[in-house]
């Protein structure tokens, strides 16, 4: 046999050695760097912690993650170095629909990735809270002189409070809208205002109604949740804990904030009957809600704490809770059927939108003799 066809197939039976045993090197997989959380419409809060993470493949040893809050802003560091597969990030201050997260090789920056679109970085809700300190006690109530007086308003009797939190507004349909869609909840049904179709989508600024006792509830729990604290409310027994959270005002906090510090006065601003002080159903200005931020404040900077629309308190409510109510922080009885709304709304009379009205409504709207349309609330962050 010729030499150079020897030496060919020794060649080849080496070849298919070397394949067959596998001592062949497999070529190294490609450097791949892929953003996992967060992604696009992710909404991401002021103050809170969360996990970016992320997928790598191929020979990268460690890496570099950075954020921008647009599109012209420079990338700012979050960590560097970084061997693992996560890392820990407080999110800033900043208000952003805009913001993207980079993941670099720390050894080669021309292999990174970005997240899909954008995600979003706010406040949950602008609060504004104002502390309310009750220095002593307060007269709450009202006796038969005043004009409107019902007879579950009395008797009057001395109430001393603990220091809280209150927001200056209503809950506005825009901050419910976050809770139901960060939650995958129902949006409320449409109030049936004429002239102001779409109410929930169209007017992001009005206070949302439609609400229950229990939606109220949820959605203070989901704030709490949201900013750092305990959820208030347990969703078995619906107690409310009353250890530092969001929660909506006892009857009692709700009287002494809507009065505004005047004392035994009628409405927010004295005992002059209403005309375009707030809305109520001879307001000239609304015929149905109106925003939020409407009208002159109380004397304590809260806005609406007479009409626009009823507010859910926490409390059970009992028309004879009076007679036994205590002195220090009462909260109303033990149990019940029905729940306390305050304030009056943009359907009411002079007589629902004093300081002193109570009523009772049913917390799920089963037995509905108020209007859902006429129901919101506010929240207080206890101390």
């Known amino acids: 046999m010729p030499r150079r066809l020897l030496f060919f197939l020794a060649v080849i039976s080496i070849s298919f050695c070397t394949k067959k045993t596998g001592t062949e090197p497999e070529p190294q997989p490609q450097k791949r760097l892929t953003v996992v959380f967060p ?17 790598k493949e191929g020979d990268i040893t460690s890496v570099d993650v950075s954020f921008r809050v647009n599109d012209d802003s420079p990338w700012v560091s979050i960590g560097t170095g970084l061997t693992g597969l996560s890392c820990q990030w407080t999110i800033p201050k900043v208000r952003t629909s805009k913001a993207k ?13 970005t997240n899909e679109g954008y995600f979003i970085i ?12 009750c220095d002593s ?104 804990r009353f250890t530092g959270g969001y929660r909506l005002p006892t009857e009692a906090e709700w009287e ?30 609304h015929e149905y ?18 009409g626009n629309v009823w507010e859910w308190c926490n409390d059970f409510y009992a028309d004879d809770y009076y007679s036994s109510s205590p002195f220090s922080d009462p909260r109303g009885p033990q149990s019940g059927s029905f729940r306390v709304i305050r304030g009056g709304s943009w359907f009411d009379s002079v007589e629902n939108v004093r300081c002193a009205k109570r009523g009772p409504s049913d917390p799920s709207f089963s037995d509905a003799f108020i209007k859902a349309n006429t129901l919101g609330f506010r929240i207080v962050l206890g101390l």
């Open 101 to 113: 997260i980079k993941i670099t090789d720390s050894g080669d920056s021309t292999v990174f990735d």
């Open 256 to 285: 002494y904030l809507a009065r505004g510090g005047l004392e035994s006065q009628y409405y927010p601003w004295g005992n002059q009957q209403p005309t375009d002080q707030c809305n109520w159903s001879g307001d000239p200005f």
């Open 137 to 240: 006690f307060f007269l709450m109530g009202s006796d038969t002189s005043e004009p409107g007086h019902c007879p579950d308003e009395d008797p009057v009797h001395s109430v001393c409070l603990s220091s809280f939190y209150v927001s200056k507004r209503e809950v506005r349909n825009a901050e419910y809208r976050q809770f139901c869609d960060f939650n995958a909840y129902q949006y409320p049904p449409d109030p049936g205002f004429p002239g102001m179709s779409s109410y929930f989508d169209s007017f992001p600024d009005y206070p949302v109604v439609m609400v229950s006792w229990f939606d109220a509830a949820r959605f203070c729990n989901w704030l709490s949740l949201a900013e750092g604290y305990e959820a208030q409310y347990d969703t078995l027994t619906w107690q409310c």
């Open 289 to 306: 809600t109106a925003p939020v931020v409407s009208y002159d404040v109380n004397g304590f900077g809260l806005y609406n704490t007479a």
């Open 122 to 133: 706010d406040k949950v809700i602008e609060n504004e809270l104002v502390l309310i300190v």
């Open 39 to 55: 992604n696009q419409g992710n909404f991401l809060y002021w103050d809170s912690a969360y996990a970016v993470t992320w997928y």
